[in-house]
T-cell receptor, first 113, second 110 residues
Framework: EAGVAQSPRYKIIEKRQSVAFWCNPI?????LYWYQQILGQGPKLLIQ????????DSQLPKDRFSAERLKGVDSTLKIQPAKLEDSAVYLC???????????FGPGTRLTVT | EDQVTQSPEALRLQEGESSSLNCSYT??????LFWYRQDPGKGPEFLFT???AGEEKEKERLKATLTKKESFLHITAPKPEDSATYLC???????????FGKGTTLSVSS
């Protein structure tokens, strides 16, 4: 069974530029999550989708971050404009349904200079 | 205030030297506690879910246990390939976000 796919794996941008990340979850998984992991910290949830509806986006900085999950499958996370403190690994995870085990992708390492 | 605290932050073991990692949580009403392993440059890999005090789960050299306030990840006779960061996460209500600790970085030398 294929795992969670993410691209790109690495991205370097200058502050105030925009960037987008893509995630393809495990086939059949209804729930999709985006996490931010700063070096030395555990992952922190940014947004959670159930199919194509948002379940929790309480920790998403909505002035600069946006995410969508069209058709309830793939998802994109966008940052515009980026700040230095956005440098982190952005992890996508999926689960069969709410409260089931979450399976993570390899992440996208973002460096903002 | 951290809701999930892992200790120690780092642990160095010799191959075969058994030890335990700790995960303590401060809020009552736990729905589930999750253990993940994370290798450098990779996403977290699911290990275990524990739901109630007294529950235990095992996988190869790893055994996870749960009490009302903390969980332990016991590593028996570790090998160098067990070197990784081990993350603990809690979920307080069904369908809500996982809250992760900062992790314990384990290094096992031969």
């Amino acid at each position: 069974e294929a795992g969670v796919a993410q691209s790109p794996r690495y991205k370097i941008i200058e502050k105030r530029q925009s960037v987008a990340f893509w995630c393809n979850p495990i086939s059949g998984h209804a729930t999709l999550y985006w996490y931010q992991q700063i070096l030395g910290q555990g992952p922190k949830l940014l947004i959670q989708f159930q199919n194509n509806g948002v379940v929790d986006d309480s920790q998403l900085p909505k002035d600069r971050f946006s995410a969508e999950r069209l058709k309830g499958v793939d998802s994109t996370l966008k940052i515009q404009p980026a700040k230095l403190e956005d440098s982190a690994v952005y992890l996508c995870a999926s689960s069969l349904a709410l409260s089931h085990e979450q399976y993570f992708g390899p992440g996208t390492r973002l460096t903002v200079t | 205030e951290d809701q999930v605290t892992q200790s120690p932050e780092a642990l160095r073991l010799q191959e075969g030297e058994s030890s335990s990692l700790n995960c303590s949580y401060t809020v009552s009403g736990l729905r589930g506690l999750f253990w993940y392993r994370q290798d450098p440059g990779k996403g977290p890999e699911f290990l275990f879910t524990l739901y109630s005090a007294g529950e235990e789960k095992e996988k190869e050299r790893l055994k996870a246990t749960l009490t009302k306030k903390e969980s332990f990840l016991h590593i028996t006779a570790p090998k160098p390939e067990d070197s990784a960061t081990y993350l603990c996460a809690v979920q307080y209500q069904a369908g809500t976000a996982l809250i992760f600790g900062k992790g314990t970085t384990l290094s096992v030398s031969s």
